[in-house]
């Protein structure tokens, strides 16, 4: 069974770039036909789909972050990372890494990290 960490600093201040990177165990991702994806929930809100990177290295991205979310991924080291640019208070949310079958879908999740943005 595939096992995601999320890894990153809990703490950012605004106009900063936030960078997290996900951590996989038990799988490669690269294997087809899965996708790995990274959402958040913010304090008292519902969980946001922020973006993934697909077995082959293509990106999707939500459109309603797209200008500030850069995904990669390493190879070698198995992991993949999320930059979000510009962050701001409303950044602030436990952000979490999953694999799914399709780009918006999850079938197994990371533990999740806090991440707070504040000066």
């Known amino acids: 069974q595939v096992q995601l960490q999320e890894s990153g600093p809990g703490l950012v201040k605004p106009s900063q770039t936030l960078s997290l990177t996900c951590t996989v165990s038990g799988g490669s991702i690269t294997t087809s036909y899965y996708y790995w994806s990274w959402i958040r929930q913010p304090p008292g809100k519902g969980l946001e789909w922020m973006g993934a990177?697909?077995?082959?290295?293509?990106?999707y991205r939500n459109p309603s972050l797209k200008s500030r979310t850069s995904i990669s991924r390493d190879v070698p080291k198995n992991q993949f990372t999320l930059q979000l640019s510009s962050v701001t208070p409303e950044d602030t949310a436990v952000y979490y890494c999953a694999q799914g079958r399709r780009p918006k879908e999850q079938d197994y999740w990371g533990q999740g990290t806090q991440v707070t943005v504040s000066s």
């Open positions: 990177i697909d077995y082959s290295g293509i990106t």
